[in-house]
């Protein structure tokens, strides 16, 4: 078992959980998390959204991102700064639609959650421009979900 730094397992959930999580999905969050697709700019529930907790994985509830590293890049999807723990994204070459840019995946599950850009603000340069449906809100004080029973720190507050 792979743990991240925050204690999060990570091993990868089994074809057949992947397949019960995904059943839960619209077809518009199966198809930007599992076939690497896009919402349209300014559509996504969470682009203005100001509340303070974290964003989980909408497939497999991995902590992805803290409320306290989103800012208004005006792109048009949500954006951070940074993740809560770098073990929690992984980063891989996209040279789709004729570009060459860096994909955001969660790191247990490998759903599709957008990409990440060098144009962000301090302290880390870094924009990570995400689909709103790749992920679900937790507000801060509320414990994470754990849909896949891996316990603790899953099902536990986390705190920010």
């Not at 070459?93 to 790191?107: Q, W």
């Not at 995400?130 to 536990?156: C, H, K, T, W, Y």
Request: glycine letters at 10%; one cysteine or more.
């Amino acid at each position: 078992m792979t743990k991240s730094s925050l204690g999060f397992d990570l091993t990868p959930p089994t074809a057949e959980q992947k397949q019960q999580l995904a059943a839960r999905l619209d077809p518009e969050a199966r198809r930007i998390l599992l076939n690497a697709g896009t919402e349209p700019a300014f559509c996504g529930k969470f682009d203005e959204y100001e509340d303070e907790g974290a964003y989980v994985c909408n497939l497999c509830d991995l902590p992805l991102f803290d409320s306290h590293a989103k800012f208004h890049s005006g792109s048009g999807w949500p954006s951070f700064y940074q993740g809560i723990d770098k073990d929690h994204i992984r980063n891989i070459v996209d040279r789709s639609h004729g570009m060459t840019r860096i994909e955001i995946r969660c790191a247990r599950c490998d759903s599709h959650l957008g990409h990440v850009f060098e144009d962000g603000p301090r302290p880390t340069g870094l924009r990570y421009c995400l689909n709103s449906v790749a992920m679900e809100f937790i507000p801060e004080g509320q414990p994470l979900p754990d849909r896949l029973g891996r316990g603790a720190p899953e099902g536990d507050v986390l705190k920010l």
